[in-house]
Each structure stands twice: as C-alpha cells, then as structure tokens.
C-alpha cells in the first residue's frame, strides 16, 4: 500500500512541484495550503509523513507543529504518535533547527532543495517510523519489547518500571531527536510539566544504570547523552 504524505505549503507551484514528485515516486500525496487545512485533515484521516512549510498563512508553521504533537499526545489526532514530520524551512541557522526539533520536528530541509535529498530523506523517517510499529524496537544493542515492556540487551532483561520503559519507548523511536524534560513529562506521566527537574532527572539516572548494568562489561556503552540546557536523547 502507498504510503500517504501530506504536504502542508502555501505556494501552489511549490506544493504541485512535491504532489508530482511523491507521485512519480509511488507516494500518495495530499497538499494543504494552510495550518488550519492541515489539522482538519489530520483529524480526519491517517498520514505516514508530513512535510511542513514553516511560513503558512494564519497560523504558521511552528504553531502548526506544537499543535500536530500536542494534539496526537492528547488522543486528537488519528495518525500514530511517530508520524514523521519534516520541515520545509528557508532559514538555516542552529537555533532555529534546535528550536524544531524541541517542538517535535524529526528532521528539516533547508530551501531550495534537491529532490534527490528530499526523497532519500523521507525514505528514512518512513523506515524509522515503521521500525517503532513492530513488536520490537532497536537501537544499538538494545532491543525493547513493546510487548513484555522491558529492554534487554544480548537477552538479558533491564527489569524496567512502567515509567522507565515508556521513557525509553519515546527516545528510542526518534533516536535523533533531543527530548526536553517538558517533552518525556507531558508524554510520560500525560500531565503539565512544572519544572521539577527531580523527577526526570531521577528516572533517566535509573534508567541509565539498568542499561548499564546489563551491557557488556568491554563495550562501556552509553546509551542516553543528556543535551546540556536542552534536555536528552539517545546517543549514537
């Protein structure tokens, strides 16, 4: 089955130029010209990928990407919680591509780009997102079961709380992407996030030494990298 990509981009050249080219490309494509067309559709029906231009009309691009997560966390949405979202942005600097990925973004491509890369890029986030659907996921050595909620690494089990895993669950699925304590707070425990730095903090320690402790004792592996000011994510 065709995978279904919508395209959320104002310019209508450009927007038919990546309805053509997915097309050619065996995706089914579905363009909205603006944020609030892109969550109405969003709401109606499932999509493997979005591909979002950050200067929309009326609500722009940032906004719409806040409310895409927020709105999948709190059961709105249909389309499943690792959706792939790439943006489509003509600034390229490190802060705003940091500011992106904090919100949500999975990946981003700077305008005007090659097709080539477009594609390949979307190929990716499309064969992550199927990697968290199945039974099991995997980063490095550690394989998760998504179904007897616990991590093990060559076979021997971490002995996870429900806490620990779900934290894990959500890193491993988007490996690249730098999770702030507001993110695994609000995904983890479903609540609003007042600040106590405890509480994450606590979690990621435990959960850091059951996967140490059953690594292997010649790799000194390390699993989680803590971003400094930002936040953490799995470390490759």
Known sequence: MNKKILIIEDDIHISQMLCELLEQNNYTAVAAYSGTEALLLLSQGKFSLVLLDLMLPGKAGDEVLQEIRSKQHGGNITTSL????????????????????????????????????????????????????EDKLRFKDIVLDLN???????????????????????????????????????????????????????????????????SPASSKEEYIQTVWGIGFKMKE
């Open 82 to 133: 690792n959706m792939p979202i790439i943006v489509l942005t003509a600034v390229a600097n490190k802060e705003t591509t940091v500011k992106l990925l904090q919100m949500g973004a999975d990946d981003y491509l700077v305008k005007p780009f090659d097709n080539d890369e477009l594609l390949a890029r979307i190929a990716v986030q499309l064969r992550h997102a199927t990697n968290s659907n």
């Open 148 to 214: 007897g909620y616990d991590a093990n690494i060559d076979n021997t089990k971490a002995g996870l709380s429900k806490r620990e895993f779900e934290i894990l669950q959500i890193m491993m699925q988007h490996p690249q992407k730098v999770f702030t304590k507001n993110n695994l707070f609000e995904s983890v425990w479903g609540g609003e996030y007042f600040g106590d730095d405890n509480t994450i903090n606590v979690h990621i320690s435990k959960l850091r030494a059951k996967l140490a402790a059953i």
